[in-house]
């Protein structure tokens, strides 16, 4: 029997988890009417976002598509995979959204009952999106693998798989993190600023697009990206199996192909039992609810690393592949927590921030910024210390491996991660349809350790990103024949991939400059719509009669329109850039430079990454941290001034730094599908 | 004669120019009593830190020369070198800065006579420290290349002037960077902020610390940084002279080491005839002024582009070296201007920023961030068209003659920079002291003038560090012999520099982490001085009886004091980070990566440089847009907005962007240096 089948065998699994999920989060209680009433206005608005995000989507893969089936050196089945990869990434996506907007009510009522009803509603219904994006990732691999694995291209073909989820991947980042922060920024502005009226009023008209971005963006956007991390890790492993058997870590091409697969299936099957170990007693405290969660994360680590270790051991493998798969898991685990550090309220960091906001606006954004800066170090090094053991142990294989490795889990982490934003939603709805305080208590406790994780979420998916990327590089060089690998095993290196020649600097430095031009037009995408909105809802409160008495009601459906078209036109200026700029350099300045520019852009991507994504979240809490009541609390002079930090950092940490992990992947991927087109070409000049 | 000897002629003919100027400044009348007073206690602040940095940094300076002196593989010449270049640049700075000192009170006097008089004394007084710095680096080197040029080891000990001059650089940057924004934050924040009172009034009591903090900072850092990359693009070009031998660009290694030194030397003589160009009718109008500046410097690059051509031809060098300095130079031209456009309210980066304050400071910080960002892109490309063009005619001395090309106008371009502070202090002496509005309007055109050219000429500094730090990687690279050149000119990499080895990797992903610690560093430590100044303030309000109501006199020296002291305590820490991370880099993980640690601290210190420079003169402009009566002018809310845009730029633009230059090129010098002790060592690891 292949051992596919065995990740078909999990995939399948996860998928029946899924069900019962399902089933058991829709068989809750809806709540009261108003409660429907508002979940459902969010189900519609976050359903028709997706609906016309993947109606543009499916135009741009189908025309990439035929573009492709054009190109000289590639085949039909390059086509195919792409639209098959884009198929995948949407269907795990709206999978996991449409059952996000059916829980965030759902939570609101069994939070009612009790704290614990609560957790195990919201989770499940996080739960859903995380081994939703594994089980299709999986069985999506090993589809392609039993029909093309015999093809002699099939190494050339697999890319276009993560081409396409890349593809979905970046419009869901991009215009769900346009929306999102278009949408709360303009809420705020115009309701808390203006006039003065708390978050989640229902008065306001941009409420229900706050609550819709939040899935749009959040739980959607997230599970496209780490959708493209996951399935991209295997694909740059796997394409890397030259290179695992000229070092002679395994056997023979198929045990460098089962190796990844057969991981990621321990790491689903680890993740399942990661799930159901995520309960929690009936006292309000985050502590426990905290522990509840690492308890299901570290579990599903602890099980994917027996399993790695056995998967390894039974192939026959060199045992150095399990250290870079450790290396790599534990690098992914660590990232998330230095995240934590840096931008929860628990430490030093952002309590200065906080403290810095008694001076005013300026101080908290100096502070703020040199923060995110700061809390670069620890996830560079970690990146480092990855690199440097899996290289040692297995050489480019070993590096793409790690990836993997990071990735195996992602089943439970993604499922804590997609868990915040249900709860963020809970949370606004019991304020929006006024639940009594203690209800409001525990969705608050809900929320908040929905931050925390949806911080570690963010941290561990950038560096996923990272790696991810970095194999894809590595990819992309043994497919282009840049380098080759000597009978005795030995890498060789032709000069011109020298550090020091002019196309591969050349290429470091532009490389460089893409992720602060793709930040900077995403951040202003973000002001242009939130103005938008800022102007929709004044004409609201100004043409609507008894509007601002309660006796009418806003029309809230013109916001998440608004918002949606503003999205969709917005992103395509970013997107179009990251597509097109490794094809340009790649044939304008040839296949070093290309590299270079791969390796530029990771560089500069990661550092950017963190920065954007630590500095916002670490305003975001100090702002919490003084509403909490200190420094003067809600409505003094630092309270001001951490709204201003919170306003800034909201873009930064929600659109432009979880929008360059795709980017990054992106440009790599794009440059490793198009690798049997530059092998023999120098470039123009 | 030996052709060096026309370097020496053009060193003395600048110090004569240098001469004359102060002479004339020096004639000036000082303006009324009150003026003299200002202008002596500003002189007194600003001599009193240099003095104590200065004793710091001998101290440093002695220390390193010993330890020098005791590693293997260097000489003690280097140790001579290493002081006697810190002592070259705290000669420069000390001369300019003294100067500038002495030039604000008679700007100030000559403005009250006619605006064409305030020019001329201004800019006479910033020249002084443009033509200072020229001359005193030629003559350094030259003294340096009488002195040992026949010894072996000449190549192995020039590096070392560079160091010299880079330690004081960093600590000029660092330290004075912290300095004078602490003050201007701190003084602003207490004053304009809190107590309500306008900028400048004599009754803050650290307003005197903000014009001492504007010498220090913006003429002795300046001036310092521009020494530093000025003598060390000739160092780096001479380093190389064994490739431009090999590849057949110059007959022999003596006429690779004259052609930087003689176009520096014409560059001297054009940016003479530059200066004495400089001057405009009496109509107050920025557009002449502006025109007046232009022509200076347009004029010295033509000339200077001339001057080369005839070094070259007359040296029967190769012609492409000509276009190698040409693009240097454009390069460095075009990057000022990018500068500029991103920067100034005449342009609509500036202006949208003004615009989106009017949602608030969040919506400003978003909008200047993105800007910043974006505007990285011009200086990139051309960064990247210089290094193609100068690389393809002269390989790696073609990288390094490009970078003296773009230096080769220091002379004007500096005085034209040095220019700004001068007229700032002026300005602000005209409030503090009372004068006329008519006078006020004289030196505020002044001023706004001196904001443009400090852009300009910002941008041209972190270019110039950019391809200096990049010219003297490559000549570690061939120090180290890391690279070596065939007989038949070829450059031979061994596949250990591969872009793609986990050393390399590992080395450009840590250094693209250092831009962002070291700024996160300087950026926090400008917040602590500023806490510590707002405290002072509010003691002496608290304490000194009558200061409000001005029959008292606050303690200005105080001020001065608590900064002199916090920014020598907090250089200290990023100061250290700089020299210590690239000799363990080197140390532990060996040649190679320190290779990718250079290329990959440039790539992202040149990013962030560029980014935190214009995203803070942005703001700043922004804010000055919104003062002149729009969006509702001052007070407005769009103001309050505008102003927290200023006050978190002001770190990034005045302290940790200008830093960074120096970061680059210290620890690339600092590598070099250390390059005969790297050569044979692969690393702990």
């Given amino acids: 029997m292949d051992l596919v089948w065995i990740c078909v065998i999990a995939g399948i699994l996860g998928a029946a988890v899924v069900l019962y999920f399902v089933r058991y989060v829709l068989a809750q209680d809806q709540g009261s009417d108003k409660i429907k009433e508002c979940s459902a206005a969010i189900k519609e608005g976050a359903m028709a976002f997706i609906g016309r995000e993947y109606r543009t989507l499916l135009i741009v893969v189908v025309v990439l598509a035929i573009i492709l089936a054009f190109v000289p050196g590639l085949k039909w089945k390059v086509s195919v995979a792409l639209i098959f990869g884009a198929f995948c990434s949407m269907g795990a996506g709206y999978a996991g959204m449409n059952m996000a907007v059916r829980s965030n009510g759902r939570t609101c009522a069994a939070a009612q009952k009790s704290l614990n009803q609560g957790l195990r509603v919201s989770f499940r219904g996080g739960a859903v999106m995380g081994l939703t994006v594994v089980s299709i990732g999986i069985i999506g691999l090993s589809i392609l693998y039993f029909a093309w694995h015999d093809d002699p291209s099939f190494l050339a073909i ?36 203006e006039a003065g009226i708390p978050e989640d009023d229902p008065r306001n008209a941009a409420v229900i697009a706050d ?12 599970g ?12 740059a492993t796997m394409t890397l199996c030259t290179v695992a058997v000229s070092i002679g870590v395994v056997a023979d091409i198929k045990t460098a192909w089962y190796l990844p697969m057969l991981i990621m299936a321990g790491g689903i099957i680890a993740s399942i039992i990661g799930c159901f170990l995520v309960r929690v007693g009936e006292k309000v405290e985050m502590g426990a609810l905290l522990a509840a969660l690492r308890r299901g994360t570290l579990s599903a680590s602890i099980l994917t690393v027996i399993f790695a270790f056995l998967v390894i051991h039974f192939l026959h493998a060199s045992l150095g592949l399990f250290w870079a798969v450790l290396a790599g898991l534990i690098a992914g685990v660590l990232m998330g927590e230095s995240t934590n550090y840096f931008t929860s309220y628990a430490y030093k960091p952002t309590l200065e921030i906080s403290q810095a906001s008694t001076a005013g606006g300026g101080a908290t954004i100096v502070r ?26 297995a050489s480019f294989y070993g590096v793409a491996l790690a990836a993997a490795g990071m990735l195996s889990t992602l089943g439970v982490t993604l499922a804590t991660d997609a868990y915040g934003p249900v709860a963020d939603n809970a949370g606004g709805i019991t304020t929006m349809v006024g639940l009594p305080p203690e209800v409001r208590e525990r ?18 998916a950038i560096g996923a990103a990272a790696m991810n990327s970095l194999g894809l590089i590595l990819a992309f060089a043994v497919a282009t024949q840049i380098v080759t690998i000597s009978p005795t095993g030995e890498v060789i290196v032709p000069p011109a991939l020298s550090l020091l020649s002019a196309p591969v600097i050349v290429g470091i430095i532009l490389g460089a400059l893409m992720p602060p031009v793709f930040c900077a037009m995403t951040m202003k995408s973000v002001g242009v719509t939130t103005a938008l909105i800022v102007d929709e809802v ?30 969709l036109k917005l992103m395509m200026a970013p997107s179009i850039l990251t597509i097109i700029m490794p094809v340009l350099v790649g044939v304008i300045l040839g296949k070093y430079a290309l590299t270079g520019f ?26 919490k941290w003084i509403e909490a009541g200190h420094f003067g609390g809600k409505g003094s002079e630092a309270h001001k001034a951490g709204v201003v930090g919170d306003t800034a950092g909201d873009p930064m940490k929600d659109t432009a730094g979880p929008s360059l992990n795709i980017m990054l992947k992106l440009m790599s991927v794009i440059s490793l599908l198009l690798a049997p087109v530059l092998t023999s070409f120098g470039g123009l000049i």
């Fill in 158 to 193: 697999i890319p276009a798989y993560g081409v396409g989820a890349s593809g979905v991947a970046l419009f869901a980042r991009v215009g769900g993190g346009i929306f999102t922060k278009g949408a709360d920024a303009g809420s705020d502005l115009v309701g808390k600023v």
């Fill in 211 to 222: 609550f819709v971005g939040d899935n749009v963006g959040d739980v959607c956007g997230m």
């Fill in 598 to 623: 791969l390796v530029g852009a990771l560089a500069t991507g990661f550092i950017f990454a963190i920065t954007l994504n630590n500095a916002g979240g670490s305003w975001d809490n100090a702002k």
């Fill in 368 to 393: 703020g910024f040199a923060n995110g800066m700061m809390s670069t170090w620890p996830p560079v090094v970690l990146i480092a210390v990855a690199i440097i053991v899996s290289f040692h142990f």
């Fill in 224 to 235: 496209a990206d780490l959708f493209e991390s996951y399935v991209e890790t295997v694909i």
């Fill in 538 to 567: 004044r004409r609201q409160w100004r043409e609507i009669k008894g509007l601002m008495e309660g006796t009418a009601k806003p029309e809230y459906g013109r916001c998440v329109d608004i918002c949606t078209e503003a999205a």
């Fill in 443 to 460: 969705t608050d406790a809900l929320d908040s350790l929905g931050n925390t994780t949806a911080a570690t979420g963010k941290g561990f």
